[in-house]
């Protein structure tokens, strides 16, 4: 006998399709039809229990046709995914257990299509159900753009399957998958990582697909902290109606819990298919009072100067003796702390010739590494100088009579690890400050003498000396350099160093460029123009200021110097203005953008160049002749030298204002063009050829060098090319894409997957952590990553650097530091065109300006009436 379904189950299956959007709805269909017509088998009565079940399919089995299915096309990897496209349509009411029970599982556990089910309910014949020769002609046909679509959908599936788990049940790897969830959370921001590692654990998932949905009402027992994921709720207050919304990101229901009194106010849904996390109470208490416990405040004349957070058991490392985290304080504190807690003044035969502590352990705490990499923000070189002066001292002799002599001792071996760890992991930066290099001296000398009078720091006599080999080194690298220049090109090509214009290099030359990159004192030049295009060309350090270029422009273009102003107009007739403390002017112009001077109040009669309206000069050829494994080659070999040059710092010089630091960027400004170059060269070249078979064919040549560039790890490039096929002067050729073969259309649909954005780009997040160095990682991504810390969390709070926001900045620069952690050791392929191949990829033509993009595209093909 069947078995029945109660009336309150209808009525929510009926409320679960009324959410169901088209595309999932149309997605169902294929499926059911696919196994209806391929795999009849699967779908059949099934018992259990003395129960029976009709035209039902077991979890397992559905999982393992999916995986038949979509193996063979690359779309579906693994079970896990799987489980997620069938979760994704479960939970949209398109399949649903046959009592309602549960997530999908990939168990022997029953479900069946919603629309099976009805006809069940409703008595309707199961034949009626049955695709037709026309339904199975669509499935075949649809297959691979539905499965495409589902694997798309199916990581935020897997991510609420894992938040629905209980506790107990949630793996390490679900764990961390919610930690880094987290981490994006607007509501969670001001609370620290710890604290979030904590909640992971115990946050929850809840859905409510109708709008008008109550959560509470004003006056009930506060039992629940709520995050909005998904949708807005309205706040009502009796007597005032709805007084506010609330939005993704925000949060409510902590004032009842923080306070142990009623409600406030009742919260609604505003809108159908709203999501929520949610903390339950006791779990609320048990972190937040935990972490108020485990703060310890070091005062200094009645300040704070210095706050620990005891580092959760949860989350501590076995293997390290540190128990408190920094989580803000003055910076002379934190130096202090960190020299006392984290180098080690004990004799020298405890330490090792990096200057670390050597233990069987190892040195697993960050603290020390994520203050190198990040105390230009808070504390510039000249200020670190000053506090290490005071830290070690100087003049200062140890003799066997002196009283304080272990504690002498221990002071200067403590700053000398230091400033070694300080050379070996920032570099050139640091002897950019001709203070650093005073201060150098003078403690290698002291050194010295300490140890040819008492016998003692002889390790750390050895330890300077790298340091000051490293000193040399930089030192004859700018002698070497001295004199050396770079020129912007007129006609918007990239950098290249004076004598170069097209950037092409033949074998053994060109040494310096890659080597060396760009430094503070080179040399470049370049052009500034009036409103009327004529124009002076100049010649200044990297580093100089647009108030110094300002005025040296005016001058030579005969104009007044009140109220003039530096600006970059770009192709597309957008203007920015530069700060006058600004420097790398030159470096940081878009593709084809031009530098103009102007009076602030004529910034409207600035018209651009003629040729900013074609494209950028390069080499006009065939691609075709070209290998396009060659190409991917070259063009890994060019990005990596230029991202070699990008120091970490620049991120944050870049992210936090280059005029706050009076430092260049241009090297990252040169890597961030080429990727905009690339982007653009691929839509650039396709709509320039005006064969349609021919662009069908460069079409498919540039998937292929994508699919190379993503062989190499050359991720920036592949991102690139990727979004340039995905321009939308490309997406409108319907004859284009008609002709293209539908493995290419698949490969694209399996592309842009991977770069999709959503969950803060999670597809390509989870392929970044699996690949060992070197990669080259998409650099715009990082930059985001670390504008949304810096804008989203404050630098000082209460007068201390939230170092917090100090360790998420260095989590970021270390996915940089990483990537070329080793060198790139690519085998090239079987060379052809050497020579020509690095001269293209040098310098290649493309336009900017999305409005002439388009124009090219209604040219190919006009719009259809």
Request: charged residues 25%.
């Amino acid at each position: 006998m069947d078995a029945g379904v109660p009336q309150d189950d209808k009525l929510s299956m009926r409320r679960e399709i009324k959410n169901t959007s088209p595309d999932m709805t149309r997605a169902g269909r294929i499926l059911r039809t696919l196994i209806l017509t391929r795999s009849p088998g699967l779908v059949r009565d099934r018992r259990q229990q003395a129960r029976t079940f009709r035209r039902c399919l077991v979890g397992a089995e559905m999982v393992d046709w999916l995986l038949a299915i979509g193996s063979a096309s690359g779309i579906v990897k693994s079970r896990h995914q799987a489980t997620g496209m069938w979760q994704a349509l479960l939970e949209e009411g398109i399949i649903q257990h046959v009592t309602l029970e549960h997530p999908f599982r990939d168990k022997y556990i029953f479900y069946r299509f919603t629309i099976d089910a009805e006809s069940e309910l409703q008595s309707r014949s199961w034949s009626r159900g049955l695709p037709s020769p026309d339904d199975e002609r669509e499935a075949d046909l649809k297959c691979p753009e539905v499965l495409a679509y589902l694997a798309q959908r199916a990581p935020d599936a897997i991510m609420r399957l894992i938040l629905r788990k209980p506790s107990y049940e949630r793996t390490t790897d679900d764990l961390e998958m919610i930690y880094e969830e987290l981490l994006h959370i607007k509501a969670l921001a001001h609370l620290s990582n710890s604290v979030k590692r904590e909640l992971a654990g115990v946050i929850v998932f809840e859905a409510h697909p109708t709008n008008g949905t109550i959560l509470f009402h004003q006056g009930d027992e506060g039992k629940s902290w709520y995050i909005i994921l998904k949708g807005s709720v309205n706040v009502v207050i009796r007597g005032k109606g709805a007084v506010t919304s609330l939005f993704e990101g925000d949060d409510f229901g902590k004032l009842a819990l923080v306070n142990d009194a009623p409600r406030a106010a009742t919260i609604v849904c505003r809108e159908d298919n709203c999501h929520f996390l949610r903390v339950d109470k006791d779990d609320f208490n048990r972190i937040l009072r935990d972490v108020e416990a485990n703060t310890v405040r070091l005062k200094e004349h009645g300040q704070d100067v210095l706050v620990l957070e005891k580092i959760s058991a949860n989350n501590a490392n076995p293997y390290s003796h540190f128990k408190y985290t920094v989580m803000a304080g003055s910076p002379a504190k934190m130096l202090e702390h960190l020299l006392e807690t984290r180098l080690d003044g004990r004799d020298r035969s405890s330490v090792d010739t990096t200057g670390r502590r050597a233990s069987a352990a190892g040195d697993t705490d960050s603290f020390l590494e994520e203050f190198l990499m990040t105390h230009i923000i808070f504390m510039p070189i000249h200020q670190l100088l000053t506090e290490l002066t005071k830290q070690y001292p100087f003049h200062t002799k140890i003799d066997s009579t002196c009283q304080d002599r272990e504690f002498l001792l221990a002071c200067k071996r403590r700053v000398v690890q230091f400033v070694h760890r300080w050379v070996t992991t920032i570099g050139d930066p640091v002897f950019e400050e001709q203070c650093t290099h005073t201060f150098l001296d003078e403690l290698f000398k002291e050194i010295q003498e300490e140890s040819s009078t008492s016998g003692a720091l002889r390790d750390e006599v050895n330890l300077m000396l790298q340091v000051m080999d490293m000193k040399r080194t930089y030192v004859d690298e700018i002698t070497a350099a001295a004199g050396q220049k770079w020129k912007l090109p007129p006609s918007g090509q990239p950098v290249c160093l004076f004598g170069n214009p097209s950037g092409n290099e033949e074998a053994g030359e060109g040494t310096r460029e890659r080597r060396c990159g760009m430094r503070p004192s080179d040399d470049i030049i370049f052009r500034v123009y009036c409103a009327d295009h004529t124009y002076c060309t100049l010649r200044f350090p990297l580093n100089t200021t647009a108030e110094g270029l300002k005025h040296v422009a005016a001058d030579k273009l005969g104009l007044k110097h009140d109220d003039l102003v530096l600006v970059e107009l770009k192709s597309s007739g957008e203007k920015i203005v530069f700060h006058d403390t600004d420097v790398s002017i030159p470096t940081s112009l878009s593709l084809n953008g031009r530098i103009f001077i102007s009076l602030k109040d004529h910034l409207d009669a600035l018209t651009c160049l003629p040729e900013q309206e074609r494209p950028t000069e390069g080499l006009v050829t065939d691609l075709e002749m070209f290998s396009t494994r060659e190409l991917a080659y070259h063009m890994t070999v060019l990005d990596w030298s230029l991202f070699k040059c990008v120091h970490e710092y620049e991120l944050i010089y870049r992210v936090f204002g280059r005029h706050h630091f009076r430092k260049i960027t241009s090297n990252l400004d040169v890597f961030l063009r080429r990727f905009n170059e690339i982007q653009f060269w691929v839509a650039t070249e396709i709509l320039m050829t005006s064969n349609l078979s021919k662009r069908v064919a460069l079409f498919r040549k540039f998937l292929k060098l994508a699919a190379y560039c993503k062989e190499y790890q050359n991720l920036n490039a592949f991102f690139a090319i990727v979004m340039g096929l995905g321009n939308v002067a490309l997406t409108r050729l319907t004859q284009t894409w008609e002709r293209l073969p539908s493995k290419s259309r698949k490969v694209f649909a399996e592309f842009e997957s991977f770069i999709d954005p959503t969950r803060n780009h999670r597809a390509y997040r989870m392929a970044l952590n699996k690949m060992s160095p070197p990669v080259l990682p998409f650099m715009p991504l990082i930059l985001k990553d670390m504008t949304f810390t810096h804008e989203g969390n404050k630098t000082f709070t209460d007068g201390l650097v939230s170092f917090e926001k100090m360790h998420m900045l260095a989590q970021t620069i270390r996915i940089m530091r990483h990537a070329r952690s080793r060198p790139l050791n690519v085998p090239p392929p079987t060379p052809r065109n050497e020579q020509e191949v690095k001269a293209y990829i040098r310098c290649l033509r493309c336009i900017d300006n999305q409005r002439v993009l388009n124009q090219l595209s209604q040219k190919l093909e006009p719009k259809r009436v």
